[in-house]
């Protein structure tokens, strides 16, 4: 007998001992009516078959995941006692809550929706078989493959987000008075995302930031087999100031229902964010693989078949006598030739069939940009051609946003946000936490609301611990909802090295191998105020037409750069481009034939100067796309040499200079190749940082080699 065989028996032993009618053990709730008792029954039914049926395509080899919602299916409340206009981003173990949303919508499958999804298979609404996740953009439940809380942010963002366009004026994705539900597990909320995620909602709070956030914690005691420790999290999660703090048993279906209603009620009403702490169980344990008698008691094990929620709703509608025993088993039963029904169809369901299919949400489509730039106005450095186009991208568009550390009255590190708060307004350009993570999730929520944020990271080595809301949430989403959903947003990062008097590895970063990694992803560096601004607006294009992820890194040594060759010749400002460069294109100077030096960043006043002091006739290429690189206009200029030299100033080990290489032995160039990159090294303070970065003289001294 499989484990959901005994669940399932169980179950029907359970009734079969319920009592016939008799009163009720506490005055009925009148806004726990007999209907709502009911349809909360048959979502918590479904949501309990479909555990069962997944184990049975897994068995016959159609299905390819099991972690069940067995014992939390008292999630079904807050999918009845939200609207379908609310945004959810749910816990992986909300089937129960997915099946009483999906009652709410006519037209809705929800017993295909999720058996789809365990078989991989394209009829998965949301994903379209890349992966299991409860999803589904009619019914506002945007998908969450998380199981470590790194949706959170996210949410806050969101709930951020929608009164902040109510303000503006601006029409969001979901009405002005949703409520923000968010779920996660009791070993999630240990994880520093969480913890970052509940500091940013109360830190908005105690600002008086309207929030409409409702977390909701399904505490089943378990983090896979370690237990959470009784108390750790009542008394953690109401540490939070401006946080109301609930709790509710899942096992008691009138308590939870009216937990629900008036959680979300509460929510909706004070704007305020809200946690309710429910307690469940979890059978099945924690996936299809796991064993829980080699870690529980058996007596913990029986003790939680005690605490069963759905046995908790039928012993209450027999209790009401608005069902029987044999009327819930009937109804359990007609649940269960449903989905096992739906369970047979798919043998052989349509799946995924190429690489071109995975990857269609991750591909890139033809972004118009005018690519004639029209230099205008006065020379300018790099750091001020930036800001004017911010500025410009600001005016333009309502619903662009700037937002980080220090980007407001200060404006910025380096000045170059300084002004853009006092001519667009605090709701525009504000300031945030010092918290990368909550900086990205803030991005994410604003972006799936409508606006276009573009976040600061104030160096590239902050970015590192909060990487994943990049990877794993803003990259992934429109991969996992086959396009539904989308996170338009440009994430400006000051970074690269080769700052002089200033401050070791935390300043001087050259690791950008965490951001070439991420599939989907747009990296663009600039190196030259005539391209910088041209650059920031075509990735704004990209975001805007496209809904892509883009990162801007800009090298902080070349900010407030005005020379190139000697001191005073001022041949490092130049007159900005005002519209955007294709991307995939690249920028050429010089037209000598004797040898191509490939570079980016700080790497081209670097290589223009080598060349000179060289004196080899050369031609310097930008390559400005460092993700996906430029490779077809990259092997339009190298065919016309016969030796290319490659100046990148990341590491040799995991930098771009072994990207490139790679192209052209893919193009089998049958050119010679010199590689000159910085040491694998951290970036020390001070002048030791010029025994491992990348110098002129590296690259002068490949030069004359041939």
């Known amino acids: 007998m499989t484990a959901a065989d005994e669940l399932d028996d169980r179950f029907v032993t359970a009734v079969r001992a319920l009592p016939g009618h008799a009163p009720p053990s506490r005055p009925a709730d009148r806004r726990v009516g007999d209907d709502l008792l009911v349809r909360y029954f048959d979502a918590q039914v479904q949501s309990r078959h479909l555990d069962a049926a997944a184990r049975t395509l897994q068995g016959r080899g159609e299905g390819f995941y099991t972690i069940a919602s067995a014992g939390h299916e008292s999630n079904a409340a807050l999918g009845l006692c939200t609207r379908v206009t609310d945004p959810a981003l749910l816990h992986y173990r909300s089937g129960g809550f997915y099946a009483a949303r999906a009652s709410l919508a006519e037209g809705s499958t929800p017993i295909r929706d999720v058996l789809a999804g365990c078989a991989a298979s394209t009829l998965d609404p949301i994903s379209a078989g890349r992966h299991k996740v409860f999803g589904n953009a009619a019914l506002n439940i945007l998908p969450q493959t998380s199981t470590i809380a790194s949706h959170l942010p996210r949410a806050v963002g969101l709930a951020l987000a929608l009164p902040r366009m ?26 520093s995302t969480a913890a970052g995620a509940l500091n940013a909602a109360a830190y908005c709070r105690h600002r008086g930031l309207p929030l409409p956030l409702l977390l909701v914690c399904e505490d089943n005691g378990l983090g896979i087999s370690v237990p959470t420790p009784p108390g750790w999290l009542e008394r953690s999660l109401s540490s939070y100031p401006g946080i109301e703090y609930r709790s509710a048993d899942g096992a008691d279906p009138v308590g939870m229902l009216t937990a629900a209603t008036d959680a979300v009620e509460t929510v909706r009403t004070t704007r305020a964010p809200l946690l309710l702490h429910v307690r469940a169980v979890r059978f099945l344990g924690h996936a299809g693989s796991d064993v829980e008698s080699a870690y529980r ?76 730039p029209h230099p205008t106005g006065e020379p300018l450095t790099l750091a001020r051609a930036v800001t004017r186009t911010l500025g410009q991208l600001l005016e333009e568009d309502p619903h662009a946003c700037v937002f980080g550390e220090d980007v407001g009255a200060k404006g910025g590190v380096y000045g170059v946000t300084r002004g853009l708060q006092e001519r667009f307004g605090r709701l525009r350009v504000f300031d945030t936490l010092l918290d990368e993570q909550t900086i990205l999730g803030t991005a994410l929520g604003f972006a799936v609301a409508g606006m276009l944020p573009i976040p600061e990271i104030q160096y590239l080595a902050y970015l590192h611990n909060a990487e994943d809301q990049l990877r794993g949430e803003a990259a992934s989403l429109a991969f996992f909802s086959d396009g539904r959903y989308r996170n338009p947003m440009v994430v400006r990062i000051a970074g690269l090295p080769y700052q002089r008097g200033f401050g070791g590895h935390f300043h001087n970063d050259d690791s950008v191998a965490v951001l070439r990694d991420i599939p989907g992803l747009v990296l663009a560096v600039p190196s030259s105020p005539a391209t910088a601004g041209a650059l920031l607006r075509t990735c704004v294009e990209l975001a805007r037409q496209e809904g892509r992820v883009c990162v801007y890194l800009e090298p902080i040594a070349l900010y407030h750069g005005r020379d190139l060759y000697d001191d005073g010749d001022g041949l490092w400002q130049q007159v900005p481009d005002t519209a955007g460069l294709p991307p995939g294109s690249v920028c050429t100077y010089g037209n000598g034939r004797d040898v191509l030096v490939v570079t980016f960043g700080n790497g081209v006043p670097m290589s223009l100067r080598a060349v000179r002091r060289a004196g080899v006739a050369a031609t310097v290429l930008d390559l400005q796309w460092l993700s996906p690189l430029p490779t077809t206009a990259l092997l339009e200029h190298v065919r016309r040499f016969a030796r290319v030299v490659v100046a990148d100033e990341t590491r040799r080990s995991g930098g771009v200079a072994e990207a490139i290489v790679a192209a052209l032995v893919d193009d089998e160039w049958p050119g010679r190749i010199t590689r000159v990159t910085s040491r694998d090294s951290y970036v020390p303070l001070g002048p030791a940082a010029a025994h491992v970065l990348m110098s002129e003289d590296d690259i002068v001294a490949a030069l004359r080699q041939g």
């Open 297 to 372: 008691d058996p007596s913990d094990l029986a003790a939680d078949h005690e605490r069963d929620p759905v046995v908790g709703t039928a012993r209450e509608l027999v209790a009401r006598g608005v069902l029987d025993a044999a009327g819930v088993l009937d109804r359990y039963e007609r649940m269960r030739v449903e989905v096992d029904s739906v369970a047979a169809s798919l043998r052989r369901p349509p799946r995924l069939a190429s690489a071109a299919e995975v990857m269609r949400p991750l591909e890139s489509g033809l972004v118009r940009v005018d690519d004639d």
């Open 166 to 191: 109510r303000r503006l004026g601006l029409d969001a994705a979901w009405p002005w008075d949703s409520v923000v539900v968010c779920s996660f597990g009791d070993a999630s909320a240990n994880h």
